[in-house]
């Protein structure tokens, strides 16, 4: 038998990589143990759970199993949609929470918006505070500037993003930091309020072009000409010009998160080598999408529910830094 024969009898294997949410997460599992080690208390945080998703669901069962494996104490608290507003309040006042989280979505429109300001920043280890998403978007990384000691709080979700692009090379790390994206071009598929828009403002004010894409349209986010406004800037493209066909193939990485069984994003977009990211609980790729993505993460959840407990245990850390300096101010 020849050479050429044999060559060809071997089954093909996709030249790309799966690359596990597990794997991502376990320099952040890391450091989440090392933070705790320095306290000498259990943090608590507590999720409600106001709506019948099994998305939500299954997002609540994965952080209490993190949360019990790590040694935070976590509560899952189920309640009626119309009682939430008080059962809010109430863990606001209670010393004994250090994180609060809601599932969303709850009513679905802009009550969920007011819920969300309801939570005090104090404890919102979300992000989803007006407070934190104006930071987001106007590039400000402390809360209390010039000392620049207490970091703010960015959304998990998007975070999380962040955080896999960076183990996965699409940061460049020759550049100066909040330029490591520079010559990027990202599509986004989602402009939901909790991840997809403040995902799209992220990648931006890093430096890369990030096409976002929901029912309706599809924006442009850069970082803009504007560098005094220490924001970044987004153009509606005109919809008979710029298609999903026209602009997936030129795009770096893929992102999507379209929270339907019924969805799946066209292979055929896809430029060999992409990488391609899904955080919807449900697949947005056909298994055919691993033939053509360079890097290819199925899911995110544990990087996300990880960066949940980065953030609650900043909040710890802000509050102890503030509590420290009003100690120092009283006895000036």
């Not at 997460?25 to 208390?41: Q, R, V």
């Not at 608590?44 to 952080?63: C, H, I, S």
């Amino acid at each position: 038998m020849d050479s050429s024969t044999t060559t060809s009898s071997i089954p093909s294997k996709p030249a790309g990589r799966t690359i596990l949410a597990s794997t991502i997460a376990k320099p952040y599992i890391e450091e989440i143990n090392a933070g705790l080690s320095k306290l000498d208390f259990k943090p608590k945080l507590v999720g409600f759970l106001a709506n019948d998703d099994p998305a939500a669901e299954m997002y609540a069962n994965w952080t209490s199993k993190t949360c019990d494996s790590l040694g935070f104490t976590y509560e899952l608290i189920k309640v009626n949609k119309n009682d939430l507003e008080s059962q809010l309040m109430k863990a606001n006042e209670n010393d004994d929470v250090n994180g609060i989280m809601v599932y969303f979505p709850v009513f679905g429109d802009n009550q969920d918006q007011y819920l969300q300001q309801l939570i005090s920043p104090e404890k919102d280890v979300e992000g989803l505070n007006f407070l934190y998403y104006q930071n987001l978007y106007h590039n400000v990384r402390f809360l209390d500037p010039p000392r620049n000691e207490q970091k703010s709080i960015l959304p998990c979700t998007p975070l999380a993003m962040v955080k896999i692009l960076e183990y996965l090379g699409v940061y460049n790390k020759i550049l100066h930091y909040g330029n490591r994206l520079y010559g990027k071009k990202i599509l986004v598929v989602n402009r939901s309020e909790i991840v997809g828009r403040p995902l799209a403002a992220l990648l931006a004010n890093d430096g890369a072009t990030v096409y976002s894409l929901d029912i309706n349209n599809i924006q442009q986010f850069t970082r803009g000409d504007d560098l005094s406004s220490h924001r970044h800037k987004v153009v509606d493209l005109d919809k008979n010009e710029y298609t999903l066909e026209k602009i997936a193939p030129l795009c770096d990485v893929i992102i999507t998160g379209v929270p339907s069984d019924q969805y799946k994003f066209p292979i055929q977009y896809i430029t060999n080598g992409a990488v391609v990211i899904n955080f919807a609980s449900h697949k947005n790729f056909d298994e055919g999408v691993k033939s053509k993505a360079g890097l290819y993460v199925p899911s995110i959840g544990k990087v996300t529910i990880s960066m949940l407990l980065r953030n609650l245990l900043r909040l710890i850390d802000n509050k102890t830094i503030r509590l420290n300096r009003e100690a120092q101010n009283h006895t000036q």
